[in-house]
């Protein structure tokens, strides 16, 4: 009976020692889900989605594995990054304030900094965050924004008004502009301006030169997203950073992350459907 008890238990423990494998394969090799924490990427992926992230869209690299070992370096590449892309990337913090930043939440971001100490405790440190952001200079660009227009390779970008958006983004105005950006490959996409033409922060640049292997990367909510403009803290992404493009949004909510009881009452159903639908109408879609 000792022996069929133990038996029992050695086969419990290695399932779930193979499930935990196969939930790390699948995290590393196939899709990790991702929510979206920020209003960067209005309207595009607003706060409060939950997506899943291609990770052999570009290859690996160690920012593709959970715990980011600083032993694996180079990169597997499968595709390079294309204009216009949504893409996931791995951003280290500048400095000790930009730490902080993220640190928060429930419990005073005790969870985050359990994690740090976890990982530190088997020398995989990491010092950085995930972010979300649209592929807008290839290696060798030069990227400009001037009074508000993005200018590549010396070109404007067209932009078309759409209609009037409501944002519900921290600090920014309740209603903002919708616009229809074009890139020089032809690809389309909303951008919001909260702001007049050439007033917000990040309006009015010098000229980039996107240097070869980085890729300079913007948020679609343009007067409310951290992102390559920012020269000193985000700057010139280099490609073994990236992760992967999301390829699916799979869940959408207004409620907090951490309100699970009101998720079932705050589902955005109406994005969800045209979500799914849009999935089915297009399987092979390398992006959202």
Known sequence: MDQENRSKKKGVLLGYVWAILLVIGVHTFMYQPYTIPSGSMMPTLLIGDFIFVNKFSYGYSRYSALLQ???VTGRIKMGSP???DVAVFFHDFSDESEMSHYYHGIFNG?????WQKIRKGI???MEGVNYVKRVIG?????IHMKEGTLYINGEPTKLEYVDTYPMNDRGMPPVVKRYVETLPNGVKHYIL??????AAHLDNTEEFTVPDGHYFMMGDNRDNSCDSREIKIVGFIPEE???GSPSFLFFSTEAKFFEVHKWLF???WERLFKAYVDKICHPFSPNL
């Open 110 to 114: 005790f969870f985050q900094k359990l």
């Open 241 to 243: 950073k990236f992760i």
């Open 69 to 71: 070992p600083k032993c």
């Open 266 to 268: 705050a589902v955005r």
């Open 123 to 125: 020398g995989c440190p």
């Open 82 to 84: 294309q204009r216009g």
């Open 193 to 198: 301006k909260a702001f007049p033409f050439g």
């Open 138 to 142: 290839l290696p060798g660009d030069k």
